[in-house]
């Protein structure tokens, strides 16, 4: 079991994550293609949480093909659209994810830093 210290740690990690993670959904919202909106509209988080010794949080898309326009496929370029018609840019993947991952590093270090 956690003392008092660890617990107020831990919870103010979680409340670091959970901050990072609407910032991290905002990015990743950002680089996600709009043919569709499809894609853009099951963008999801779920909170940080504490189980046993780890805070887990979840960043997912469950779209049947968002991980072929994250990952690519066969290196074929496609046409990226945001907004819808206007081409956001040509590649043989999006990687929205991981992106918007690289693109808010700073974000997490710093706001766990400055919360405990």
Known sequence: MFNQ?????TNAIK???NQWLDILKESVDE??????????WNNEITPARDTWNFI???VRNN?????????????KNYRYN?????????????RMFEQGARASED??????????
């Open 5 to 9: 210290d660890e617990r107020r740690i």
């Open 15 to 17: 409340r670091a994550v």
């Open 31 to 40: 680089r996600t293609p709009e043919d569709t909106k499809t894609l853009l």
């Open 56 to 58: 887990e949080w979840d």
């Open 63 to 75: 779209t049947e093909y968002a991980l072929f326009v994250e990952q690519g496929v066969n290196g």
């Open 82 to 94: 945001k907004p819808k018609w206007n081409i956001f840019y040509v590649w043989p993947w999006a």
């Open 107 to 116: 974000d997490i270090r710093s706001l766990i830093n400055n919360s405990i």
